[in-house]
Each structure stands twice: as structure tokens, then as C-alpha cells.
């Protein structure tokens, strides 16, 4: 069955990066649009950044300019890296695998705060 296991989450004071990557298995990476979602304490689950199997990239609102996704079908690995944090970003951040093997995550913590 599909696997996705998040990694890269942690601590870090406002304006600091972070870099999450999602490693996939049980299917065939490169076929699958990826996404990064988060949720918040008492928040729905929202999505932050997506990109297709053919390299089509949108992002939310929040995240434009500061975040970027990206995939290297090689290593069956999606990845989140983002700039200038804010404590609003402050989520569990969750991988997700579209389609008919639709899939998710455990989740990785980031928290923003001095």
C-alpha cells in the first residue's frame, strides 16, 4: 500500500526557514500529483502548495513568495521549503498523494515562535 512519511518540521523563531520533504512508496511517484496541506489547532485542514505529476505548481494565498514545492521523481520525494515564517504558519504540515490511491501522511509539527 501507498506509504508517505513526512520529515523536516520543528521549531524555528519568525523569519527562519524550514525545509519539509514527504518520501512516497508503494506506488509510482512520478504518476501522482503531490500536495502539501496544514492544519492548525481548531482549524479545517487547508492546502498550502500543489504540484502535478507534469510539473504544474499552484500555491495558497499564504503561501505565495515564501513557500516553494517541488518533487524529485528519483528519490520518490516531495519537498516544502519554506522562507520568512510567520507564527501563523504554525501547523501540522501533511503530504497528500491524489488520485485513486489517494493518500496521507502522519504529519510533521512546525511551530513559529521566538
Known amino acids: 500500500q501507498v506509504q508517505l512519511v513526512e520529515s523536516g518540521g520543528g521549531l524555528v523563531q519568525p523569519g527562519g526557514s524550514l525545509r519539509l520533504s514527504c518520501l512516497a512508496s508503494g506506488t509510482i511517484f512520478s504518476a501522482n500529483d503531490m500536495g502539501w496541506y496544514r492544519q492548525a489547532p481548531g482549524n479545517q485542514r487547508e492546502l498550502v502548495a500543489f504540484i502535478s505529476s507534469g510539473g504544474t505548481i499552484n500555491y495558497a494565498d499564504s503561501a505565495k513568495g515564501r513557500f516553494t514545492i517541488s518533487r524529485d521523481n528519483a528519490k520518490n520525494t516531495v519537498y516544502l521549503q519554506m522562507n520568512s515564517l510567520k507564527p501563523e504558519d504554525t501547523a501540522v504540515y501533511y503530504c497528500?498523494?491524489?488520485?485513486?490511491?489517494?493518500?496521507w501522511g502522519q504529519g510533521t509539527q512546525v511551530t513559529v515562535s521566538s
Open positions: 497528500h498523494l491524489y488520485g485513486i490511491l489517494s493518500s
